[in-house]
């Protein structure tokens, strides 16, 4: 008797294992769609290739192998590549609005020291303290802030220019970097980073480590076993978390301490000036450390990776160099005239960022909603309650459905209105910033950003990609957002 308990207890988890996987593959509401068998009736194989970095490219590839704008990515969950897609996954509003998963497919971890993150809270709190925070990213405070950007690409300028003989080898990935950090912690603390002067300086390297510890979190809040992650976890990765929230904390902290104390009133007005003085929206200490390591993680990552991609794409297509570099250098006859105004009336440099964007977005894999219970029909088929569903950002802007020549990096095709060789494109399907109330709420100062730096080196420099460089893109990994890795390339200054 007591073997054939024995015997049962020790098949019965492979027999469950087999009525389950048999149910998902077979039975499941989501089994008539494309995608591998293996993903169908098990979570692990989508961990594993997250944990290696190759998440982005694997499902761009699984989307491209079926021929199919959607495709199921796990026993729970699809991934979609429309334009109709976003609008409906995250542009629908409550009572029937797609909830952000916060199980490890997004976002992770969800909750640090007790409280949510303005990219995880609820949509009460979301819209709370968006509308805290708005102002800091008004026209008006845009206007305001021109001095920060002005002040911080002359310096990068300055920096570049420094070695005194002919072409120059440089990291434009560590400078970009450099700057963007050095950007938003000054707008966000009152108090720039110093990285342009000192690249040693801590910050960029510990925020570089904590990206790359996204996808631990992520397998952790799956599995519900966050507390081992202090065993498993690369302890740098976790170590650089720790050290970046402490960092934070001190910054802020000071910076409030300086604004209550009246010190602040002969500064120029950063982002704590718009939020601290918005007396409609009182945020607490911990919202505002919080908010701020948002801000300086999420706006110098969008940045300096768009940036240093625009340059690798651009070096590499001869024709494309020509056009941005005769457009800058013809707009402005001396660097004292590029303006966060005037670098707006470049058409053609615009198209660069928009291709960039589509071709590399800066988030290239999907942040995911469930649906809604009940269900709701996305792209004219009915998917039940509680499925995870989000669009692939790398899978939308490579899709041939959505783009002509999708692989191609061709300004042109958002310079063109209705007719033309890339009139069919689906330009929605490229949303770079997300959609909906959650979108980035720092869009505008990003590209006003991106569009000055860019001009003043384009201005300033000849460049061309170094030989190792030459596949910079295509071997990049990515952790919900793209490592960063050295791109090379050869400063020439023109004066």
Known sequence: MLSIIACFVLISPFVYFLIRSIYYLFFHPLSAFPGPKLWAFSRIPWNYVNLQGDLAWRLRDMHVHYNSPVIRIAPDELSYTTSTAWKKIYGSSPP?????????????????????????????RHALLRRAIQPAFSERAL????????????KLIAQL????????????MRWFSLLSFDIMSDLAFGQPAGCLDRADQPWLDVIGARIKSIVWHQLAAHYHIEWILSWTAPKASMEARKRHQALTRQKVQRRIDEE?????QEKRRDFMSYILGNENENLSNIDLYGMASALIVAGSNTAAYTMSALIFFVCRHPEVYA????EVRGKFASEDEITMVAVAELPYLRACID???RISPPTPSALPRWVPEGGEEIDGRWIPGGTAVGVHNLAACHAPWNWHRPLDFVPERWLQTKEGEFSCDDRGASRPFSYGRHDCIGQNMAMNEMRLALAKVFWNFDISLDPSCENWWMTQKSYLIWEKKPLMVTLKSRH
């Open 260 to 264: 209550r104390s009246g010190k602040r």
């Open 355 to 357: 291709e960039t964007l």
């Open 161 to 172: 220019r420094s070695p005194k003989n002919g072409a120059v080898q440089q990291n434009m």
């Open 323 to 326: 056009e941005a570099t005769a």
């Open 143 to 154: 206007r305001d802030q021109e001095d920060f950007f002005r002040d911080h690409t002359n």
């Open 96 to 124: 029937r609005e797609f909830l952000k998963c916060l199980d490890g497919r997004g976002i992770a971890p969800a909750v640090v020291n007790g409280r949510r993150s303005i990219a995880t809270e609820t949509p009460e």
